[in-house]
């Protein structure tokens, strides 16, 4: 195989100009997860450099990528507001206000669980620089995953985040709990990145692209013009449900969750609770709403689209999530469930589908950073001396030892609960309504069903209120083990959960903006860029 | 070439054999086995469909799928050597290291 | 008899490779899953892998091929050999009581997968897709190696940072150059770690992941 003038001067005078072009948009569109990757080994750096001692540093030098990367994916809001959505790279990455904003929750949730990891490492003895930069690596994928144009570049940034996930799981490398928590976590997401890998390439071969414009596009057209197809296409769209409900620990699909959350180190749990969930969700609204949004609803009679199944999900997570919550006893592992039960709101926006359904799903997801951090992070000041602090009779007389961090916490349980006057009372409040707001007969009995869970959520929440302030303390328990960072964290949280609940409007904008491009436009698919698409697209069988 | 269902239906077939194995085996290794020959039956459906569409998207997939599965190996063997150590020889020094 | 004979004849070479490879791979993988050994296992993954290679040869993916036999059976499956071998694993017992209930309902979700990936296939019509004139030249490295560095460039970076991960991930889970409370312990109570010897008996295979 010969390509005609192959030479040197042809190469140099066709690949520069074009390197030079990749530079700029490189740096125009992806420079926060540059920022992040050369903080990640900036960190290593440090780690092996710095003493057995001085392993902190390498926070610090994380803490700093983080907030530069934020600061970075803020300047693009702001500067290039006006022109988004860009897609750039080929086509492999786009930028709009959906990924901005996810970019922006994945770098938080990395500082945060590095401010709230310093002492607990301490106090586990085990504190070392790498643990940082995994954070970091876990990081740049949980910002590559809202940007996915294709579903390449979707996959290998899900790998990106995963992978390092699961080492940061088992980290506690003496604690048996925490080697089996990692095995298992690692085991089933292996499983499940291989069901997403084979619905994408059964997809992928009924589409000819892997391109999501494409599939937007060519899935619906191979169907009508094959009406066979509709099988394959069926196959391959259940195994990426499946696949992305492992990932969003929907029920049936959750097993891993409860032990890998309860056998993580609790900053890791967070950071999974929160990152890895808010990630999975962008990767679930990318596939589904944006590659495969044609194929919702029946494209052929008599088979139904991915929305029965995303309801029925979405049914069963948020029931079986807070039927299993009620009868935990470790603090760590009903967080565990109630995450479950969470994943079945946030599903909720998915299923209505609608303008005001994707706001309450970015809205949520929003809000429930802020009040699952500040619930992990009170959990984390519980973890000091020998005491392990993750069963819920460990908040015992916390009222009286800590009245703030009681008070705070008390926040977080209602927010988590979606007790108004707090943040997730207008998260779930928007979830609920856009149901409603589609007038669907099964639809607003979803959201019934959604009311009943909210009440039986109260329970549990307000188990850990009354061990904080009715249930006495067991004399002489060491004093919380906070830090500077952790404070920080709680304090900030509860703020933003009241303020937010009190007065919602600018996040409800935020995401309000964030969600715009996912709405369903009236009439054929609107082209993001309809010159991207001309290539092997809606190939006529 | 051959029609392109033999291929497909090839790849089902060893798709379905590990995902059963996976939830069959109980050792950690032969687990990641099987999850390799997930991974491995959707690349024979890309490159199927990659050849037939004269597309070579596709295969860029399975070339970056063999990467994941070579970081994923690291990891998982990391892992089941962690754990191993753990269960063993929680205080094991260099000596039993070599003797294993 | 006659449409036997009709149809053999109607076979080519190509037909016999790709039904001698095919049933290769689909005997090596089952043996993957029927082996007790995780050694043989892993020895019937590399037979699955080398036939899946020839049938890439077969779809004129000769890169691809190449890389699979160098890459995936020759270096990824001979690190699973190696840590086999290092661990001496031995074969597992034949209970099967992993994730408990779990089973009942993965054995036949699994089936009933495979059935409706069967149909799905065999029904979709999928042969009406003939050949692209374009494959001949789409497997070559040249191609593939230009595509790498232009249009694929991210998933390209993404994957050097993810294997920075693992070399970093594979160390923290797996090392003990600079184990922190070896050092820590070290450093506050010397020498009164009097390590016992490991049992030979209770291997890896009676880790419970359940």
Redesign the interface.
């Known amino acids: 195989?010969t390509?005609e003038g192959t030479g040197l001067a042809v190469f140099v005078s066709t690949a520069v100009p074009?390197a030079v072009d990749?530079l700029a948009e490189v740096r125009d569109l992806?420079m926060p997860e540059i920022i992040v990757?050369v903080f990640?080994?900036l960190a290593?750096l440090v780690a092996a450099g710095a003493g057995?001692r001085h392993?902190r540093l390498a926070g610090w030098a994380s803490l700093g990528g983080t907030a530069l990367g934020l600061v970075s994916v803020v300047s693009i809001w702001i500067a290039q507001g006006r022109t988004l959505p860009r897609i750039g790279?080929?086509?492999?990455?786009v930028v709009d206000e959906f990924a901005l904003l996810f970019k922006g929750i994945a770098v938080v949730a990395a500082a945060v669980t590095i401010a709230i990891s310093m002492r607990f490492l301490t106090e586990e003895?085990?504190?070392?620089g790498?643990?940082y930069?995994?954070v970091l690596?876990a990081t740049?994928g949980m910002m590559?995953v809202p940007s996915g144009a294709?579903?390449?570049?979707l996959?290998?940034?899900l790998?990106?985040m995963s992978?390092?996930v699961?080492?940061l799981v088992?980290?506690l490398?003496?604690?048996?709990r925490s080697?089996?928590a990692?095995?298992?976590y690692?085991?089933l997401g292996?499983?499940s990145?291989?069901?997403l890998?084979?619905g994408?390439?059964?997809v992928?071969?009924v589409a000819?692209?892997?391109r999501l414009v494409d599939l937007a596009v060519a899935l619906p057209q191979a169907i009508s013009a094959?009406g066979?197809?509709v099988?394959?296409v069926?196959?391959g769209v259940?195994l990426l449900v499946a696949g992305l409900a492992f990932k969003v620990a929907a029920a049936p699909f959750h097993?891993w969750a409860p032990d890998a959350y309860e056998g993580a180190p609790t900053p890791v749990t967070a950071f999974m609770s929160v990152g890895v969930k808010a990630a999975s969700f962008a990767l679930l609204v990318r596939i589904l709403v944006d590659g495969l949004g044609p194929l919702r609803a029946a494209v052929e009679s008599g088979w139904p689209g991915w929305d029965l199944s995303v309801g029925v999900l979405a049914a069963v997570a948020m029931t079986w999530g807070n039927l299993a919550a009620l009868t935990q006893k470790n603090a760590k592992r009903l967080l565990a469930y109630s995450a479950v039960a969470h994943s079945g709101y946030a599903l909720l926006g998915v299923v209505a589908g609608n303008r005001m359904g994707y706001t309450g799903l970015v809205l949520y997801i929003v809000v429930y950073v802020a009040m699952n951090f500040g619930a992990f992070a009170v959990l984390i000041a519980l973890r000091r001396g020998t005491i392990a602090g993750d069963g819920i009779e460990d908040f015992r007389g916390l009222a009286a030892r800590a009245p703030g961090m009681a008070a705070l916490m008390t926040v977080f349980m209602l927010g988590l609960g979606g007790i108004p006057p707090t943040a997730g009372f207008v998260g779930k409040f928007y979830l609920f309504a856009a149901l409603v707001e589609t007038g669907d007969r099964w639809l607003v009995a979803l959201a019934a069903l959604a009311l009943v869970n909210t009440a039986i959520s109260a329970y549990y929440y307000l188990l850990f209120v009354k061990a904080m302030y009715a249930d006495a303390d067991e004399a002489g328990a060491p004093a919380l083990a906070t830090s500077p960072g952790l404070l920080a964290v709680v304090v900030v949280s509860g703020v933003l959960t009241l303020a937010v609940g009190v007065y919602p409007q600018p996040v409800i904008a935020v995401s309000g903006a964030a969600a715009e491009r996912l709405e369903p436009a009236p009439g054929p698919k609107p082209t993001r860029n309809s010159a991207e698409r001309a290539?092997?697209g809606g190939?006529a069988? | 070439m051959l029609p392109i269902t033999n291929f497909?239906l090839l790849?089902a077939v060893i798709?379905s054999i590990?995902?059963v194995g996976?939830f069959f085996k109980r050792n950690?290794i032969t687990?990641?086995l099987c999850?390799e020959l997930?991974?491995n039956?959707?690349n024979l459906?890309?490159v199927?469909?990659a050849s037939y569409?004269g597309?070579s998207?596709?295969q860029?997939?399975v070339f970056?799928?063999m990467t994941?599965a070579a970081?994923?190996a690291a990891?998982?063997l990391?892992?089941v050597i962690?754990?191993f150590?753990?269960?063993e020889t929680?205080n094991v020094d260099e000596a039993n290291i070599l003797k294993l | 008899m006659d449409t036997i004979t009709s149809y053999l004849s109607s076979l080519t070479a190509e037909h016999y490779f790709f039904f001698l490879f095919a049933i290769v791979a689909i005997a090596s993988s089952l043996e993957v899953v029927m082996q007790r050994s995780p050694l043989y296992s892993a020895i019937a993954l590399v037979f699955t892998m080398a036939s899946l290679a020839a049938n890439f040869v077969l779809l004129k993916a000769q890169f691809l091929a190449a890389i699979q036999i160098i890459v995936y059976a020759g270096a990824i499956i001979v690190l699973f050999v190696f840590v086999i071998m290092l661990l001496n694993v031995r074969a597992e017992e034949s209970r099967l009581d992993r994730?408990g209930a779990?089973r009942f309902i993965a054995v036949p979700s699994a089936l009933v997968?495979f059935l409706?990936?069967f149909?799905?296939?065999r029904?979709?019509?999928?042969d009406?897709?003939s050949p692209s004139p374009a494959s001949a030249?789409a497997g070559?490295t040249?191609r593939i190696a230009e595509l790498m560095f232009?249009?694929?460039?991210?998933?390209f970076e993404?994957?050097s940072?993810?294997i920075?991960?693992?070399i970093?991930?594979a160390?923290?889970?797996a090392s003990r150059a600079?184990d922190?409370?070896a050092?820590?312990a070290a450093i506050e109570a010397p020498a009164e770690s009097e390590a016992p010897l490991p049992e030979p008996e209770d291997r890896l295979e009676e880790?419970?992941?359940?």
Do not use: H, W
């Open positions: 195989m390509v074009s990749l992806a990757s990640a080994c290593l057995p392993q790279l080929a086509g492999m990455y003895r085990t504190e070392r790498e643990y930069a995994l690596f740049v590559l294709d579903l390449l570049s996959f290998i940034a790998e990106l992978l390092s699961y080492v088992g980290y490398r003496g604690d048996g080697n089996e990692a095995m298992k690692f085991l292996a499983f990145s291989g069901v890998l084979y994408m390439s059964l992928y071969g000819g692209s892997t094959n066979d197809l099988l394959l069926g196959v259940a097993v290539a092997p190939r069988r | 497909i790849s798709f590990g995902a996976v950690i687990i990641l999850i997930m991974l039956a959707a459906a890309f199927a469909f569409f597309d998207t596709g860029l997939f970056i799928v994941v970081a994923e990891v998982g990391g892992l962690a754990i150590r753990n269960r929680l | 994730f779990l997968l409706g990936a149909a799905a296939i029904f979709s019509n999928l009406t897709l030249a070559t040249e232009t249009k694929y460039l991210l998933p993404a994957a940072v993810l920075m991960m693992a970093v991930g160390l923290v889970l600079r922190v409370e050092e820590m880790v419970e992941v359940s």
